[in-house]
């Protein structure tokens, strides 16, 4: 497992979302140009990383992401958030905006 990543997300200062996905995952790729219009919205103020399930499948396991895609917010390591499948750009920007409070 990538034990640089996991405590990464876990010692990241302030908030973080994260997504696991699939480029295989038809519903990852509906959710790509969401999370492209959500990153750039908050790159200021949030942390955003993104994983491939096939690439970092240890850390999936780890965080215990069992479907994709699945999104996971966190504020300084503590998870706040997690949804599993679609959703769209105005929940996950309402779920950061809270959890920027």
């Keep these: 497992m990538d034990v640089e990543k996991l405590n990464q997300l876990k010692n990241d200062a ?3 979302l994260v997504e696991f996905y699939a480029t295989w995952c ?3 790729r ?4 969401v999370m492209e219009d959500v990153k750039e919205q908050v790159v ?5 990383y993104q994983f491939d399930i096939d690439k970092n499948g240890e ?3 780890e965080l215990g992401v069992q479907s994709i895609p699945t999104f996971i917010i966190y ?3 503590k998870e706040l958030w997690r949804h599993t ?3 769209t750009e105005a929940v996950l920007l ?6 920027t409070r």
Excluded: F, I, W
């Design 44 to 48: 200021s103020h949030v942390n955003v």
């Design 75 to 77: 504020d300084n390591g």
């Design 30 to 33: 509906k959710m790509m140009p």
């Design 26 to 28: 038809p519903h990852c």
């Design 14 to 16: 302030g908030v973080t």
């Design 94 to 99: 309402a779920r950061l905006d809270e959890a």
């Design 59 to 61: 850390l999936a396991d």
């Design 85 to 87: 499948g679609e959703t």
